[in-house]
Nanobody, 126 residues
């Protein structure tokens, strides 16, 4: 089965940066829809970013647009989320997700994805 392993979370001060990584085994990421979601305590899991190399598109939630960047290293089967200008409101557990399809018109929904990582904690202090 496909397994996603996330890393890169941690504690940073407001205005700082982190880069999250998600490495896949069992299937290549190349050409398939990949997403990042986050969930704070007591809140629903929310969309952060997605990438489809099939149609060459990237997508971002309004709350992170201009601050976060999603990218891939297909040769190493890894997806990244570069997070800059972090704010306390970004504090959450961040999840990498992969679809078994190449694109979805509902890329912002959790049910568009079939495989999930274990999550990595990001804490931003003020």
């Amino acid at each position: 089965q496909v397994q996603l392993v996330e890393s890169g979370g941690g504690l940073v001060q407001a205005g700082g940066s982190l880069r999250l990584s998600c490495a896949a085994s069992g299937r290549t990421f190349s050409g398939y829809l990949i997403g990042w979601f986050r969930q704070a305590p007591g809140k629903e899991r929310e969309f952060v970013s997605a990438s489809s190399t099939w149609n060459g598109s990237t997508y971002y939630a309004d709350s992170v647009k201009g601050r976060f960047t999603i990218s891939r290293d297909n040769a190493e089967n890894t997806v990244y989320l570069q997070m800059n200008s972090l704010e306390p409101e970004d504090t959450a557990v961040y999840y990498c997700a992969a679809s078994k399809y190449r694109w979805s018109r509902t890329y912002y929904r959790t049910d568009a994805y079939d495989y999930w990582g274990q999550g990595t904690q990001v804490t931003v202090s003020s």
